[in-house]
């Protein structure tokens, strides 16, 4: 079985849940001392409140010892084991110890008085990340549908000239987001899609695996932080996401990480804004990191760039091991991106 970094099983976990249960209110705060205090992190579905530990192919042994170790800290919220994969063996122990667990395919069990969930059968579904659509070029093409809400309406061969890719790859797009229920015929031949909450979220993590790495330019630091600002990005026509634009939202306090898109040359970077490359981070601040952009013209005019699109604030944000830019994530995803698609006539 591959290995999931703790974040993607978090992630995952929750992509499941809210999949399952739809309406349920997911949210969750990584705490970056947490491992000292023998959580991770807190996780509340709905108004529940939980800690949580995410462990990768947990031994039952590793379990009675790590929840022996959370109640010694007397916590007055009940614990939650996020895990990969739970075997036939581990979901007989959680049950039988009446333990909380949920893993990265949606096996759940949860048994309070005020909450009581139990699923099983569940099979982690690789096709995640093997489909086309959720690869390099299909994260491309969906993200030119989202952008543009009448697009999907339109010929094949219409979207493949908006998205700057082949007739067959838009072909397959379209067929596999209607295989998993993303895209429903609407009469007259006409398409739209429906689930859009979820399908943003399954692809800003395809984004952030698939296509990301693809386009990452660099890290830089600036010889004039104070031009960096959210402010100073918006007078120097430079499109910002991440921290600063959530900052700008007003979902974020105190930024840290700064986020460009430009396809500007690096001794271009370096002479007009004063942008130095670095090889590796070592603790320096006010890094900033530069990507290159992805998308075709009509976006950026549809989309009044240098403000970026929520869609990719928020998958931005995602990258971040800070909790507060997971908040932000949240709120942004739940607010200006929910707007934005339901006054487009998605429906959310």
Known sequence: MNTLKEVDILDRSKLALSSLFQGMVV???????????GIDGRLSLDKTKFDFVIMNSPSIGRIKNTFHKFQQLNSNNPLLFIIDHASEETKQFFRKENLFFIDAAGNTYINLPQLRLSVEGKVFDQSFNTKRAFQKTGLKIIFHLLMQPTLVQQS?????????????????????????????????????????????KQWALAYIKNLRPKIHRGYFIPL??????GAGMIQQNLPYSGEYRAEYLTWLRNPKRLIIYTDLRISELSTQYGLLPINKLDGQENIVEVLAPFWENEVEQANEFPYMPHILVYADLLTSKDYRSHEAAENILHHNIKDEMTKNGFQW
């Open 27 to 37: 949210n969750d705060q990584l705490l970056q001392n947490g491992k000292a205090a």
């Open 156 to 200: 094949i061969r219409k979207i493949a000239k908006e998205a700057a890719s082949s007739v067959a790859a838009v072909s397959y797009v379209l067929e596999e987001l209607e295989e998993d229920g993303f895209i429903v015929n609407a009469g007259k031949s006409k398409k739209q899609f429906i689930q859009i909450e979820s399908l943003i």
């Open 224 to 229: 004039q932080p104070e031009q960096f600002s």
